[in-house]
């Protein structure tokens, strides 16, 4: 899973009362894949991806799939509007 999907099912963890921590894969590249895992520590920690995507899906039934990506969201944005300075 990339940065935006793990960001999600993060929220759902919490929300669910599930364990696991999710963090990237290779600690110095947070751009790369990311994982859940057991505890924070990257020399002891154990994956159980799987797993929680497995509990993630069970408990939330059909309300389990990723948002969808940016470019497919209907709805109102946020930004700023810069003026032109004419």
């Given at each position: 899973?990339?940065?935006?999907?793990?960001?999600?099912?993060?929220?759902?963890?919490?929300?669910?009362?599930?364990p696991?921590?999710?963090?990237?894969?290779?600690?110095?590249?947070?751009?790369?894949?990311?994982?859940?895992?057991?505890?924070?520590?990257?020399?002891?920690?154990?994956?159980?991806?799987?797993?929680?995507?497995v509990?993630?899906?069970?408990?939330?039934?059909?309300?389990?799939?990723?948002?969808?990506?940016?470019?497919?969201?209907?709805?109102?944005?946020?930004?700023?509007?810069?003026?032109?300075?004419?």
């Amino acid at each position: 899973m990339d940065a935006e999907e793990a960001r999600y099912i993060d929220a759902v963890l919490r929300r669910l009362g599930l364990p696991g921590v999710v963090a990237p894969e290779d600690p110095d590249n947070p751009a790369g894949p990311w994982r859940v895992y057991d505890q924070a520590d990257p020399d002891s920690r154990t994956d159980m991806t799987a797993r929680t995507l497995v509990s993630v899906t069970k408990a939330l039934g059909a309300d389990a799939s990723p948002p969808a990506p940016k470019a497919q969201r209907n709805g109102p944005s946020r930004g700023f509007i810069i003026p032109p300075n004419d």
